[in-house]
């Protein structure tokens, strides 16, 4: 039952996004950096930890997941270290991510031929 509520609400935050994307005129990098904001928002009001509790790999994949990391690595390092926690604590938070897909893209190009459109 994880997988199918992961599905849903995944697949739901795409539908939003896709109807921002038709319905607007935000460009796509605006969209996404709204989805990060709005982790961070809703981390920071304590409304992700149970949203992300009850819809699993759907709620921490997407760019509000992203958002939600780089908030708590933010909270924990300022709790642990102060002031330079700030700087510290979204990079060390979502480090392991973020070198995974420049890693898996990087290897994607070696494999297959990009193309301009």
Do not use: H
């Amino acid at each position: 039952m994880n997988y199918v509520w992961a599905f849903i609400v995944g697949g739901l935050i795409c539908v939003i996004v896709q109807i921002l994307m038709d319905n607007t005129k935000l460009l796509p990098g605006r969209i996404m950096v709204l989805l990060v904001c709005t982790g961070v928002i809703l981390g920071a009001l304590g409304w992700y930890e149970p949203f992300e509790k009850w819809a699993g790999a759907g709620a921490t994949v997407p760019l509000l997941g992203f958002g939600n990391v780089l908030f708590r690595g933010m909270k924990e390092a300022i709790d642990q270290e102060g002031f330079i926690g700030l700087f510290k604590g979204g990079f060390t938070a979502c480090s392991v991510g973020v070198s995974g897909a420049m890693i898996f893209g990087y290897i994607g190009s070696l494999i297959f031929k990009p193309k301009m459109k």
